[in-house]
């Protein structure tokens, strides 16, 4: 560890960081781990920021990670036990042994610096943030994209005038902003769902919940949405990331619900059914879908950093996020409704930020089993309801029968939307094969 060298400063691609602020936080929670780790809460809680980012160089973050699980875990930090637990979890060849360890403290003159190493390690982290967007905003710059859309992406002045605009403005304002969404070249999209879509109107850069009670086929709906907007949209990417299932699963829903053929009873399929699956598999494999498993690294940092991933490498057309229940909040303390609150407001933000819809499935309560759902049902947050910008509520017509039914008939509720109609949106639900679409209509 202490052998780690700083790019030299005349790298003009060195990402910004400090070596000697982050192992001063590791030496002050090895001199003081009580009254160090306290005031990094505080710290950022105040900021809002998870504290594992800060940290750029890998064998800094490997350590802290580390000692934010023992203090997860109760146990006692001092050098002896974090030694025996980089040993467990084979990160000697990494973070180094008790040599390096020692070092740290000798090199922290007081846990009481702690906050101003933080300080110094969030300038960092915020000046590689900025990098990123620049290198981000440079991008639309190459492709030309608007002026207002770099600004927004930057968050910067665009040195416009702040007076409040007169009426007339105002109305060639909302006439072109509604021009814009139905263009060839919008980033609004449809969602495939005709009946849906005539309520909706599109899907633009908003956070769009999708809840339902377990076994309602909230996961089937993601998928089916992701399937719709990928052929909608060929030019473009969706990404979808799983906490629930590895992409192979999806990707064999996705086979299932293109052919209307069932995994499930494949030693059942007549010879036309297997040309039909063949069929579907290429058609399937073709389809502009990324996939990430977030199964492991399942914190909310780790999901938006792998949204602006895609964003900036991408031309992405939506992203769907399978499930919010699964997301970890900023530690591994946080109770369930604290990791969702702060899962849905950062999804939120992300959104907005990043300019393209992200659907999140969600749960209902159980106790929205034999009555229509309403915003009140949703499990885990209240908050959810108002970070979300549109709040859609899956709900089977069969009362309480849907078990019998291959296909049965739904109502996916628009229950908020922010700044158009509210109503609901026949639908079946192909149980059998996973698909969601119309009733009189088929699919796209």
């Known amino acids: 560890m202490s052998t780690i060298q700083q790019p030299a400063a005349s790298d003009p691609y060195a990402m910004p960081h400090s070596v000697e602020s982050e192992q001063g936080i590791l030496g002050c929670i ?13 710290f ?47 990160l000697e060849p990494s973070i180094g042994g008790l040599q390096q360890l020692a070092a740290l403290q000798d090199a922290t003159p007081s846990a009481a610096h702690i906050t101003h190493y933080l300080q110094l390690v969030l300038e960092k982290y915020s000046l590689r943030e900025a990098q990123v967007a620049l290198e981000f ?15 927004q992406t930057l968050h910067i002045r665009t040195f416009e005038k702040q007076d409040d ?24 999209i449809q969602t495939g769902i005709r009946s849906l879509d005539r309520i909706l109107g599109g899907v633009g850069p908003e956070y ?14 993601g998928i089916t949405l992701a399937y719709n907007v990928a052929l909608r949209y060929p030019t473009r990417k969706v990404g979808f990331i799983t906490l629930e299932m590895i992409p192979e699963e999806i990707v064999t829903r996705l ?21 039909e699956r063949a069929r579907s ?38 992203i769907v996020v399978d499930y919010l229940g699964r997301i970890g909040g900023r530690t591994e303390r946080d109770d369930e409704y604290t990791s969702i609150s702060y899962a849905s407001k950062m999804l939120s933000i992300a959104a907005v930020k990043l300019g393209l819809p992200v659907f999140v499935c969600g749960q209902l309560n159980r106790d929205a089993e034999d009555e229509k759902p309403s915003m009140q049902h949703l499990r ?65």
């Open 281 to 318: 598999i290429a058609k399937v494999g073709k389809l502009p879908i990324l996939f990430h498993s977030a199964m492991e690294k399942n914190s909310i940092m780790a999901v938006c950093a792998k949204m602006k991933q895609w964003v900036r490498e991408n031309d992405m057309a939506a």
């Open 30 to 42: 090895l001199l003081d781990p009580a009254e160090s780790l306290r005031r990094l809460d505080e």
């Open 165 to 188: 605009p007169p009426m007339n403005e105002l109305a060639r304002r909302a006439a072109d902003a509604i021009e814009e969404r139905f263009s060839p070249n919008t980033k609004y």
């Open 44 to 90: 950022c809680a105040e900021r809002n920021v998870h504290p594992g980012p800060l940290f750029f160089v890998l064998p800094n973050r490997q350590l802290f990670e580390l000692l934010m699980q023992m203090h997860a875990s109760g146990l006692v930090i001092d050098m002896i036990t974090v030694w025996d637990a980089i040993k467990v979890q084979g």
């Open 255 to 275: 086979i299932d619900l293109d052919s209307r053929l069932a995994t499930n009873r494949y030693p059942e399929f007549t010879e036309d059914d297997h040309k």
């Open 137 to 151: 905003a440079l991008g639309k710059v190459i492709r030309q994209e608007s002026v207002h859309d770099i600004a």
């Open 380 to 444: 885990g947050s209240g908050t959810i309801e108002n970070d979300a910008h549109k709040v859609l509520l899956l709900h089977s017509n069969q009362n309480g029968k849907r078990q019998h039914f291959d296909t049965i008939e739904a109502t996916v509720i628009v229950a908020k939307n922010r700044g158009g109609a509210t109503g609901e949106a026949s639908a079946l639900f192909h149980r059998y094969c996973g698909l969601w679409d119309d009733p009189l209509l088929p699919p796209i």
């Open 208 to 221: 769009i919940l999708i809840a339902a009670r377990p076994s309602m086929g909230k996961s089937s709906f």
